[in-house]
Structures are given as C-alpha cells and as structure tokens.
C-alpha cells in the first residue's frame, strides 16, 4: 500500500506547485545580476498588487573589493517604502551603498489574497571613477 501511496503524494506535490496569482519579482533596479554604478535607490517590481506593509526586504552585503574574507553583513540603515505603482517596493539609504557585492532577500504578500512569495536578488555596485 505505501509503495502506491508515494508516488501519488509526490505527484499531488508536483501540481500543487506555485499558487496561481502568487506575487512574483518581474524587474528591479539594479538587474539581478548585474554591476552598476553605486546608488542609494534600489526597486523591486512585481507581478501584482502587494502588501506593502506584509513585506520584508533585508540587504546584504556579501562582499567588498579588497577584502577576500568578508562575511555576509547586513545593511541596517535601510529605508524601505512602496511603490506609488501599488506594485513596487523602493528601497533607499541616506548615502549610496559602497561598493561591493549586495544580496537583497525579501518576502511579500498579495494584496488579492495575502499569498506570500520570496525570492533573492544579487548584484554589485562600483565607484565609477571621475
Ligand atoms: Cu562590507
């Protein structure tokens, strides 16, 4: 019996799947991935409508020019408030971040049905010589 059971358990796993209308990460600024010129705006834009106030952003920096063995380390003083879109979250500091290899970690809610989504993005930022 439990040999049958197992499968059909894994299968109903499978087609469960993402939700239909869960929130999902369809831009931001800086591109997942890429190198940029150092700011102190960050966005992240989403498929639908979020909870603004559901929703949690945590920025990490994971590594810096010339230091090899840098540890991942949180940025406290972020400001993190949302989009005029409704769909959107700006992220902001009172300087531009330095210069490094950044993780930014967050979690939303739909605004339709509170179904929640999370998701990583990475990039990196340079001093961009004068
Ligand atoms: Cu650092």
Request: charged content about 20%.
């Amino acid at each position: 019996m439990r040999k049958i059971l197992m499968p059909a358990a894994i299968l109903s796993l499978f087609v469960a799947g993402p939700a239909i209308g869960q929130p999902s990460l369809t831009g931001s600024n800086p591109s997942a991935g890429s190198t940029t010129p150092r700011t102190d705006r960050l966005r992240l834009l989403f498929s639908e409508p979020i909870d603004a106030r559901a929703s949690t952003v945590q920025l990490v920096m994971t590594d810096m020019p010339g230091m090899p063995h840098h540890g991942a380390m949180r940025m406290a003083a972020i400001d993190v408030k949302p989009g005029k879109d409704g769909r959107s979250l700006d992220i902001g500091a009172k300087a531009p971040f330095p210069a490094g290899t950044y993780r930014l970690d967050w979690t939303i809610a739909s605004k339709a049905d509170r179904s929640r989504a999370s998701g990583q993005l990475t990039f990196s930022l340079e001093t961009v010589p004068k």
